[in-house]
């Protein structure tokens, strides 16, 4: 955990994973062990889609290359 000060109060800083749902809600991975009905603030980091070349391997054909 870290402490971090942005405009205004302290905060710790906690790193989770969590998966989004088909509403948009986040569903943490692990539960927080700190005081409940607290606001918080969230900083969400999403993969960037990479764009696939074609001329590269699929995963079954570099694996067939080890065989």
């Known amino acids: 955990m870290k402490t971090v000060s942005l ?3 302290p905060m ?3 790193k989770v ?3 989004i749902d088909e509403q948009g809600q986040l ?3 692990r ?3 700190m005081d ?3 606001r918080v603030e969230v900083i969400v980091l999403i993969p ?3 764009e696939i070349d074609e001329d590269d391997k699929s995963k079954e ?3 067939e290359d080890f065989r």
């Open 7 to 9: 405009i205004g109060e």
């Open 12 to 14: 710790k800083a906690i």
């Open 17 to 19: 994973m969590a998966t």
């Open 27 to 29: 569903t943490l991975d």
């Open 31 to 33: 539960s927080l062990i």
């Open 36 to 38: 409940k009905n607290s």
């Open 48 to 50: 960037e889609e990479t």
């Open 61 to 63: 054909a570099i694996i």
